[in-house]
């Protein structure tokens, strides 16, 4: 199970930090990402991570602006949003796959968290 939080409101240029709790004993073993859907569009990847976190993958968009991390010890991903623009405003899934990072697409998504909102106003 996937829990995200951290999600809310932001200006543009601010920042925000998700989070995503998993539970089980197997967290280590899986590639983490992040993805965001916006009203009347399409789920797209955002971030991913590899299981030891050596390993990152950005979308274009989000590149220079977001890093992403993990702590295995605490089974928690973290999603670091700065330079916030509006069009970043969505709702943001943390995803678990066995793909590497630098695959991690929609269709190879294992478990999905319930998401959290992100709104970025101008």
């Known amino acids: 199970q996937l829990v995200e939080s951290g999600g809310g409101l932001a200006q543009a240029g601010g920042s925000l930090r998700l989070s995503c709790a998993a539970s089980?004993?197997?967290?280590?073993?899986?590639?983490m990402g992040w993805f965001r859907q916006a009203p009347g569009k399409e789920r797209e990847f955002v971030a991913a991570?590899?299981?030891?976190?050596?390993?990152?993958n950005f979308a274009d968009s989000v590149k220079g602006r977001f890093t992403i991390s993990r702590d295995n010890a605490k089974n928690t991903v973290y999603l670091q949003m700065n330079s916030l623009k509006p069009e970043d405003t969505a709702v943001y899934y943390c995803?678990?796959?066995?793909?590497?990072?630098?695959?991690?697409?929609?269709?190879?998504?294992?478990?999905w968290g319930q998401g959290t909102q992100v709104t970025v106003s101008s």
């Open positions: 995803a678990a796959t066995e793909f590497g990072a630098s695959y991690v697409k929609l269709s190879n998504v294992g478990t």
């Open positions: 089980g004993r197997t967290f280590s073993t899986y590639t």
């Open positions: 991570i590899s299981q030891s976190g050596r390993t990152t």
